[in-house]
């Protein structure tokens, strides 16, 4: 298996991030333009949030309130789940499972390095099964 290292090496490591103060509604803009399911939120260089999709359809009709009324800070998530880089995708994958999340900060020490989400998993185990089969049937045919 692949260490995040060598995936966010593959994937690039674009990171795209919101303040803490910005509102949601400029938050669901930045990830429709970018076609992304979920923002980094960072203050001051620092990782201090998420904010998903999921965030949004839970929170903000839950508040009762505009996104153009709440900043990201009150829907975001502050317990973020992240990972080293020299984790493989294997683990990932079960944190992911065991977390109930879908997008995993990389972090080496206090430096953000990228952002995976399930479906970079997903594309590097089908990546990786689809070779192995190939060795199979290569394996087969000699």
Known sequence: MKSVRQLLQAKGTVIFS????????DALKLMAEKDVGALLVVSGGKLTGVLS????????????KSSHDIPVREIMTEKVVT?????TVEDCMALM????????PVMDGDRLLGLLSIG???KEVIAEQEQTIRQLESYIHN
């Open 97 to 104: 499972t065991a977390r109930r999340v879908r997008h995993l």
């Open 53 to 64: 999709e999921r965030d949004y359809a839970r929170k903000v009709t839950l508040y009762g």
């Open 83 to 87: 990972v080293h880089p020299e984790q």
């Open 120 to 122: 970079d998993l997903v």
């Open 18 to 25: 919101i303040a803490p103060e910005a509102s949601v509604f």
